[in-house]
T-cell receptor
């Protein structure tokens, strides 16, 4: 595997379900990100982890819960979502050097549909 | 709040034509990245520009960063159907919060064979 991988690629869930999205990066980077991409909106940054510590959460609702067990893996735990949370969820990674975050590389995304 | 405006939002052209898409802001960025995204996939990084006035070429694609580092353009020569996709620009600022890329809404390009 190379680059940034995400699983599952597609997910349909009910509002009462609990599910998790997984991201793995094979680039040796030390920062990872979750973005939400909705139709007709710019990419929205949800969470940033640098050296496995969360540095930004951008006021995301608590029904989204990130986890970063190590620098290569990132999870997004989902529970009691709303239909408006349906979107493409993208994971990205980059290499931070002294507070400068370089180019971000994206995974293929998980297309989430909340019924 | 930093905003990036991309224009046009949609562009449909015939194969072989040339085109230019724009990315504009009132904010200054330390670097600017261009991505192409195909349906159902994540954005793929095309280029990063960091110096005001910088021009970078990637085969038939020419990227320019404005002198004041507030705007950028992407010019495609002799467009091909494989160029079809959503083109996104994203600006970064150095220092605190430099992880935060500001994305434009994108230009959706369709190249008709």
């Amino acid at each position: 595997e190379t680059g940034v991988t995400q699983t599952p690629r597609h997910l349909v869930m009910g509002m009462t379900n609990k599910k998790s999205l997984k991201c793995e990066q094979h680039l040796g980077h030390n920062a990872m990100y979750w973005y939400k991409q909705s139709a007709k909106k710019p990419l929205e940054l949800m969470f940033v982890y640098s050296l496995e510590e969360r540095v930004e959460n951008n006021s995301v609702p608590s029904r989204f819960s990130p986890e970063c067990p190590n620098s290569s893996h990132l999870f997004l735990h989902l529970h009691t979502l709303q239909p408006e949370d349906s979107a493409l969820y993208l994971c990205a990674s980059s290499q931070e050097i002294r507070g400068i975050y370089n180019e971000q590389f994206f995974g293929p995304g998980t297309r989430l549909t909340v019924l | 709040t930093q905003l990036l405006e991309q224009s046009p939002q949609f562009l449909s052209i015939q194969e072989g034509e040339n085109l230019t898409v724009y990315c504009n802001s009132s904010s200054v960025f330390s670097s600017l990245q261009w991505y192409r995204q195909e349906p159902g996939e994540g954005p793929v990084l095309l280029v990063t520009v960091v110096t005001g006035g910088e021009v970078k070429k990637l085969k038939r694609l020419t990227f320019q960063f404005g002198d004041a580092r507030k705007d950028s353009s992407l010019h495609i020569t002799a467009a091909q159907p494989g160029d079809t996709g959503l083109y996104l620009c994203a600006g970064a600022v150095s220092g605190a919060g430099s992880y935060q890329l500001t994305f434009g809404k994108g230009t959706k390009l369709s190249v008709i064979p």
